[in-house]
T-cell receptor
Framework: DTGVSQDPRHKITKRGQNVTFRCDPI?????LYWYRQTLGQGPEFLTY????????KSRLLSDRFSAERPKGSFSTLEIQRTEQGDSAMYLC?????????????FGPGTRLTVT | AQSVSQHNHHVILSEAASLELGCNYS??????LFWYVQYPGQHLQLLLK??????LVKGIKGFEAEFIKSKFSFNLRKPSVQWSDTAEYFC???????????FGKGTRLHILP
């Protein structure tokens, strides 16, 4: 399968714990995006990378959230001191970007439940 | 600020009925437009996209959408729906020089057999 993959698919954690999610994009895609989706809403943009550079962060991304893409390939999204309001589906997407093809191809998501 | 508005949150149709889902966007510049679909239990998939050229674009599974620049609209249509079209549909936009994709809240489509 050459699509976007995410790990884990589900995560249940207690409030206050830290969690980390991983995304592996389509191999030739240099753009990588993180989104969050809650019930009844469309995906909300969190942040994106051009290769290893984080180019934009949404105001939704509080200081407890950090994302990295150290070698321009896979990316991780860490949430520190989780809160119940962090419960959501976290989606990763990748694209060729810009003038080539901005179409985002999405992974299956990581569903986070904070108890 | 960029935004996408989808007119209907929940649509129920019988098989063979015609479908039109409304989408309007707000963006001050050249845009790329998308419709994504999420079938039950599956992840978001691209249905169709508009970058430039013919404003009537055709996608997978018999769907099409028309970009009307003067109305800032990108409505999705299908002449005859099937039960398998039951899904949630998301309209999305990104600016020509802005890489993040902004989504609408989605329309949940339920097709009665």
């Amino acid at each position: 399968d050459t699509g976007v993959s995410q790990d884990p698919r589900h995560k249940i954690t207690k409030r206050g714990q830290n969690v980390t999610f991983r995304c592996d994009p389509i191999s030739e895609h240099n753009r990588l995006y993180w989104y969050r989706q809650t019930l009844g809403q469309g995906p909300e943009f969190l942040t994106y990378f051009q290769n290893e550079a984080q180019l934009e962060k949404s105001r939704l991304l509080s200081d407890r959230f950090s994302a990295e893409r150290p070698k321009g390939s896979f990316s991780t999204l860490e949430i520190q001191r989780t809160e119940q309001g962090d419960s959501a589906m976290y989606l990763c997407a990748s694209s060729l970007g810009g003038d080539r093809d901005p179409t985002g191809y999405f992974g299956p998501g990581t569903r986070l439940t904070v108890t | 600020a960029q935004s996408v508005s989808q007119h209907n949150h929940h649509v129920i149709l019988s098989e063979a009925a015609s479908l039109e889902l409304g989408c309007n966007y707000s963006y001050g510049g050249t845009v790329n437009l998308f419709w994504y679909v999420q079938y039950p239990g599956q992840h978001l998939q691209l249905l169709l996209k508009y970058f430039s050229g013919d404003p009537l674009v055709k996608g997978i599974k018999g769907f099409e959408a028309e970009f009307i620049k003067s109305k800032f609209s990108f409505n999705l249509r299908k002449p005859s729906v099937q039960w398998s079209d039951t899904a949630e549909y998301f309209c999305a936009v990104n600016g020509y020089r802005d890489d993040k994709i902004i989504f609408g809240k989605g329309t949940r489509l339920h097709i009665l057999p």
